[in-house]
């Protein structure tokens, strides 16, 4: 099997060069195979099909786009993963910062609420858990409320409360820790 990754990104090679060097065949030949390879390799880390479909063709366009930009000298597939990172990425970049879209507050629904979240069976541990949450000083709380319960990145929590990333992540940790002491 190493054998023919070994033989197929040689030939995915063979093909950019002559791509690069006007033959319409290689090309076609080239994006043919890349396709499917493409979208394997994104649906692996990504579960949304239709995201993964989405992004194999944004890989494409920017294979197609920079093609001239990849070195003969240099194996392909290297170069081929960095542009399949980049996109999937920066998809993931854009559809998580878009989630303001997606959130809903607790009593929109609170049929769903009652039987889902507060589970009678569990009330003992989430009181242990606000209990210890309660224990931090306020300004752990807030940092360990916005990053890890309510989704806030580090870089918003830091202008939120006016701190810097680094003071934030610090003590965020710190609050995870004392958690961890706590409810142990």
Not at 10 to 25: F, L, N, R, S
Not at 93 to 116: C, G, L, W
Request: hydrophobic share 40%.
């Amino acid at each position: 099997m190493a054998q023919h990754h070994q033989n197929q990104s040689e030939q995915w090679q063979e093909w950019a060069i002559a791509a690069q060097a006007g033959d319409k065949a290689a090309y076609a030949k080239l994006l043919g195979e890349l396709a499917p390879y493409i979208k394997n390799t994104i649906i692996k880390t990504l579960s949304n099909q239709d995201a993964a479909e989405d992004i194999a063709q944004e890989v494409l366009i920017s294979i197609h786009k920079s093609l001239d930009t990849y070195q003969p000298d240099k194996a392909f597939k290297p170069w081929l993963m960095a542009i399949v990172n980049f996109r999937r990425t920066d998809y993931l970049r854009k559809h998580y910062s878009q989630r303001q879209d997606k959130t809903t507050t607790m009593d929109e629904n609170p049929e769903f609420i009652a039987s889902n979240v507060t589970n009678s069976a569990h009330a003992g541990e989430l009181k242990d858990i606000e209990a210890a949450l309660r224990s931090l000083p306020e300004q752990q709380q807030r940092i360990f409320k916005m990053i890890k319960i309510e989704g806030f990145t580090t870089a918003e929590v830091a202008n939120e409360m006016n701190m810097n990333e680094s003071a934030v992540k610090v003590s965020a940790h710190r609050a995870m820790k004392k958690l961890q002491g706590l409810l142990k």
